[in-house]
């Protein structure tokens, strides 16, 4: 298992601003995910960074609205770029653990972001 | 695109009587994963089935798996107010290892002491 903190845990924006939100495992992973849970719905994956690689983007999400770093194997950066009242929500890094093929994921406690 | 449904939707129940909440799923999985969330905070993972387990057991925990329904359904016996929070299911894809998560929509239970 990890221990996953973000930072923010939340913040209150005004539209059009942007908001980098922070995510830092304490053991070294190769592979960190962004999620978005909007207000009382599931979570959704936004992508998946790998270190010393390009962040893959799922469906409906593109880089220009969410850009990703991830500079080192225990450190993962998500901007939220240009934001709107719609981008209000939850967002959450995780990693993952498993052996024999199984994995299992850990999630940070998440940044709640308002955009007002 | 949500993989799963879940119902119920809300369950109110008192403490010490058992919950059961059921997902459904639509494509080939290699496991399913049950994780809680309490008060829109960070997931806590509780169990992974794996796609060729019928049962598995945690504490006052008990996952089925029907592969051929393609349903899992999570139970919790003498449930505690601290039971009360949001369960999701969650798959990965048949063929897939890890990584992407694709999570139900979420059962809010509520346990009164």
């Known amino acids: 298992s990890a221990v996953i903190s973000q930072k923010p845990s939340r913040d209150i924006c005004q539209r059009g601003t942007s908001l980098t939100i922070q995510c830092q495992v304490d053991?070294?992973?190769?592979?960190m995910f962004w999620y978005r849970q909007q207000p009382g719905q599931s979570l959704t994956l936004i992508a998946t960074?790998?270190?010393?690689?390009?962040?893959?983007?799922e469906s409906g999400f593109v880089i220009d609205k969410f850009p990703i770093s991830r500079p080192n194997l225990t450190f993962s950066t998500l901007t939220v770029s240009n934001m709107s009242p719609e981008d209000s929500s939850i967002y959450l890094c995780?990693?993952?653990f498993g052996t024999g093929g199984f994995y299992e994921q850990y999630f940070g406690p998440g940044t709640r972001l308002t955009v007002t | 695109s949500q993989q799963g449904e879940e119902d119920p939707q809300a369950l109110s129940i008192q403490e010490g009587e058992n919950a059961t909440m059921n997902c459904s799923y639509k494509?080939?999985?290699?496991?399913l994963q049950w994780y809680r969330q309490n008060s829109g905070r960070g997931l806590v993972h509780l169990i992974l089935?794996?796609?060729?387990?019928r049962e598995k057991h945690s504490g006052r925990l008990r996952v089925t798996l029907d592969t051929s329904k393609k349903s899992s359904s999570l139970l919790i016996t003498a449930s505690r107010a601290a039971d009360t929070a949001s369960y999701f299911c969650?798959?990965?894809?048949?063929?897939?290892?890890?990584?992407?998560?694709?999570f139900g929509q979420g059962t809010e239970l509520s346990v009164k002491p």
């Open positions: 995780s990693v993952e």
């Open positions: 053991s070294q992973v190769t592979m």
């Open positions: 960074a790998n270190q010393g690689s390009e962040a893959t983007y």
């Open positions: 494509t080939s999985i290699n496991n």
């Open positions: 089935i794996r796609s060729n387990e």
């Open positions: 969650a798959t990965v894809a048949f063929g897939n290892q890890g990584g992407k998560l694709i």
